[in-house]
């Protein structure tokens, strides 16, 4: 059984920093994109940050230049550095990884963010 694991969330204050780490384990023969994503009540779950196996990344416009995704292959590990955090990105965050080429996806079950003075 193939599984996804986040963890890294907390509560910090406008301006901290935090760092997400997503761990995947099973059996696992190849992991292709990792990405990270965000939702908050009653609104829908939103890409923040992907990455590709190759390396190649895209975010999420309003976290350009403040979160920082990356991945260690060798652990099939994603992670998510976020620095300058606003109260707008407090949000239960979540991993996708396409594993054994199964194309529709496997996701954590998320943690939580939570930015607040």
């Known amino acids: 059984q193939v599984q996804l694991v986040e963890s890294g969330g907390g509560l910090v204050h406008p301006g901290g920093s935090l760092r997400l780490s997503c761990a995947a384990s099973?059996?696992?023969?190849?992991?292709?994109?990792m990405a990270w994503y965000r939702q908050t009540p009653g609104k829908q779950r939103e890409l923040v940050a992907a990455?590709?196996?190759?390396?190649?990344?895209n975010y999420l416009d309003s976290v350009k230049g403040r979160f920082t995704i990356s991945r260690d292959n060798a652990k099939n590990t994603v992670y998510l550095q976020m620095n300058s955090l606003k109260p707008e990105d407090t949000a239960v965050y979540y991993c996708?990884?396409?594993?054994?080429?199964?194309?529709?996806?496997?996701w954590g079950r998320g943690t939580q963010v939570t930015v607040s003075s």
């Open positions: 996708k990884a396409i594993i054994n080429a199964r194309h529709t996806g496997t």
């Open positions: 099973g059996s696992i023969w190849r992991v292709d994109d």
């Open positions: 990455i590709t196996l190759g390396g190649s990344t």
